[in-house]
Nanobody, 124 residues
């Protein structure tokens, strides 16, 4: 089992920044990748970014390229999502997730454990 705790959400004005954290505990040695997804009210959940734990390789959605950066701290079993130049359309609940096997990390199906979510609201 892997437990995930997210933090760092909040309210910010358009153009501002936030940093989300996701701390993993439990069987963290089996983590292959960690990712962030988001879900806005009335919309389907969407992939944001992901990072391979061993290599640090990253993938991200086109909608956040150049604005969002994922990073990891291996010693703390924590990933961070630095969000800059935020837009009102970034408003959503953000979820971190852990994959314990290989897969297509832009797909929710690749992930085995999920955090509880943290609200990000960007005002115009």
């Amino acid at each position: 089992q892997v437990q995930l705790v997210e933090s760092g959400g909040g309210l910010v004005q358009a153009g501002g920044s936030l940093r989300l954290s996701c701390a993993a505990s439990g069987r963290t040695f089996s983590n292959y990748a960690m990712g962030w997804f988001r879900q806005a009210p009335g919309k389907e959940g969407e992939f944001v970014v992901a990072i391979r734990w061993s290599t640090g390789n990253r993938i991200q959605a086109d909608s956040v390229k150049g604005r969002f950066t994922i990073s990891r701290d291996n010693a703390k079993n924590t990933v961070y999502l630095q969000m800059d130049s935020l837009k009102p359309e970034d408003t959503a609940v953000y979820y971190c997730a852990v994959a314990t096997r290989g897969g297509l990390y832009w797909s929710k199906a690749a992930y085995d454990y999920w955090g509880q979510g943290t609200q990000v609201t960007v005002s115009s």
